[in-house]
């Protein structure tokens, strides 16, 4: 996410869950980052719609493009999450969309994808 507050907001919630996590806040920087790692090390890719240099939708598309990254569970985070956005989403390849700064949805959401 390319917005301060949110992560601020990510550094909490994942802190508190206490997992290892990377912020990055463009999508190009987000699939380069997931590239570095098996995927089995990948518990979660949190992503936003709207982002600098490649939004989610294209994060999303190159993920499910890529077999290796079948296994990795996608969750978008977004101001966006109205029922038309959740299922193009969805069809996408995205395993769950929460709205933005629903705090406890969101770690919900975290905990349920990287047990």
Known sequence: DDSKLIQKLLTKVCSGLNINYRI??????LLDEVKKYNQNDIGL????????????????KQLRDDSRYDDINILVHTNMANEVMKKELTV?????I?????????GSAIQKFIK
């Open 45 to 60: 890719v949190v992503t936003d719609i709207e982002m600098p240099v490649m939004g989610g939708k294209e994060v999303i």
């Open 92 to 96: 996408l390849g995205a395993n769950e």
């Open 24 to 29: 990055l806040e463009d999508g190009q920087k």
């Open 98 to 106: 929460i709205c933005k700064v629903d705090v406890p949805t969101l």
